[in-house]
């Protein structure tokens, strides 16, 4: 189960960390070149199949992992170890992350036009850097921290 878990845990860094670099370093300076928001729409169409499931496979396989190394949930919030740090710090990130996603969603997205485009630039740049963010976390659990 834990070699399931984490192939799936990292495909789905994969996609949503990969995903999000190609988006913040490819597609958003050409949409921000051409003030077109048409070419991070149609950039979204297709990503968004894989980038939401993998986002949720992510959370559940991530709660696993974590639950694996720390089995009392009170303990993920102690800042006593390395990996209650890192679990606490990964559930902040997932929190930012949806609220972004969420304010983006509901508030920038059906109103987005050349005008808002630069609004929705600073969204995308903040959660690749938080998705980066999970990635450095992720690879501190095994390898004694972050730094
Ligand atoms: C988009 C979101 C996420 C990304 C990109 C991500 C990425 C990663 C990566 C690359 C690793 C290292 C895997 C390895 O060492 O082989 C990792 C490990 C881990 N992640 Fe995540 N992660 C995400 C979300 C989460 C969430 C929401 C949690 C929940 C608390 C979580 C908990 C963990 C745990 C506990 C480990 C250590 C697994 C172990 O070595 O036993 N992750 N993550």
Partial sequence: MLKLAL???????????GGHLVL????????????????IRNFEEGYERIGLPS??????????????????????????????????LKLLLLLLTVALA?????RIIPRLSERTLPMLAWHVIAV??????????GVGFRTGGLL
């Fill in 128 to 137: 690749t850097v938080l998705a980066v963010l999970f990635v450095l976390v």
């Fill in 55 to 88: 986002l949720a496979i992510q959370i559940v396989t991530g709660l696993w992992l974590a639950h694996r190394l720390m089995p009392t949930w009170a303990d993920w919030f102690s800042f006593t170890t390395i990996a209650s740090t890192h679990v606490a």
């Fill in 24 to 39: 913040s370093l490819t597609v958003l300076p050409r949409a921000l070149r051409h003030r077109d928001p048409d070419v």
């Fill in 102 to 106: 969420l304010h983006a969603r509901l």
């Fill in 7 to 17: 192939v799936l845990h990292i495909l789905g860094a994969s996609v949503w960390t």
